[in-house]
């Protein structure tokens, strides 16, 4: 071979050996952002679910409870905050107001004591396990979602993609992290 084309030869390894120092990491990247915002969608649709059954469980409960129209506002109110936080797309939002719901849903808990044939009935059964049966499941695409956001973010934060992530507009992803609602330790008054 000729030096030029011995030279061309060089020239063109070392071309494909940095492109696919870029592209190969590159391609990664993308499938694992992608991966965060599948199990950021899948977060939504569990939480939109839980929104769903929000109204027929407060219809149930109506029924048997005329005077305790102030605990179903709040209800209302929460279901209301965390149909909107979803549609926002914020993590924290979304953690925040289905803390408000979740302590709203505990108020109606309290309100259902004072009622046992409330208590008895197959329709408010049925909707309280499908809504306890969500607050498993949202916990559990919870972890999925911090799992894939900490493969991204460690991918993301080590070499060599460090070098050039920035510059091809990856950033970090925030964790869903429990909101300080969730740290407070509830506390029922039974009017005691």
Same mark, same amino acid.
């Given at each position: 071979?000729?030096s030029?084309?011995?030279?061309?030869?060089?020239?063109?390894?070392?071309?494909?050996?940095?492109?696919?120092?870029?592209?190969?990491?590159?391609?990664?990247?993308?499938?694992l952002?992608?991966?965060? &915002?599948?199990?950021?969608?899948?977060?939504?649709?569990?939480?939109?679910?839980?929104?769903?059954?929000?109204?027929?469980?407060?219809?149930?409960?109506?029924?048997?409870?005329?005077?305790?129209?102030?605990?179903?506002?709040?209800?209302?109110?929460?279901?209301?905050?965390?149909?909107?936080?979803?549609?926002?797309g914020?993590?924290?939002?979304?953690?925040? /107001?289905?803390?408000?719901?979740?302590?709203?849903?505990?108020?109606?808990?309290?309100?259902?004591?004072? &009622?046992?044939?409330?208590?008895?009935?197959?329709?408010?059964?049925?909707l309280m396990?499908?809504?306890?049966?969500?607050?498993?499941?949202?916990?559990?695409?919870?972890?999925?979602?911090?799992?894939?956001?900490?493969?991204?973010?460690?991918?993301?934060?080590?070499?060599?993609?460090?070098?050039?992530?920035?510059?091809?507009?990856?950033?970090?992803?925030?964790?869903?992290?429990?909101?300080?609602? /969730?740290?407070?330790?509830?506390?029922?008054?039974?009017?005691?």
């Amino acid at each position: 071979m000729e030096s030029r084309q011995v030279r061309l030869l060089i020239i063109v390894v070392i071309i494909l050996a940095i492109g696919l120092f870029i592209i190969a990491p590159y391609n990664s990247m993308i499938q694992l952002r992608n991966n965060v &915002y599948e199990q950021k969608a899948q977060i939504e649709n569990v939480l939109q679910a839980r929104v769903e059954k929000i109204p027929d469980l407060v219809a149930t409960v109506k029924e048997y409870t005329k005077h305790e129209e102030e605990v179903f506002t709040q209800v209302a109110k929460a279901r209301a905050g965390l149909a909107e936080a979803i549609q926002t797309g914020d993590i924290e939002k979304m953690e925040t /107001a289905n803390g408000e719901l979740s302590t709203a849903l505990k108020q109606l808990d309290v309100v259902v004591e004072a &009622y046992p044939e409330l208590k008895a009935s197959e329709l408010y059964r049925g909707l309280m396990d499908e809504i306890s049966g969500s607050v498993n499941r949202i916990s559990q695409e919870r972890r999925t979602y911090n799992k894939v956001v900490t493969e991204y973010n460690n991918k993301l934060q080590t070499f060599p993609t460090v070098m050039y992530a920035g510059m091809l507009g990856f950033t970090p992803e925030k964790y869903f992290e429990a909101s300080e609602e /969730a740290h407070k330790t509830n506390v029922v008054d039974f009017g005691d």
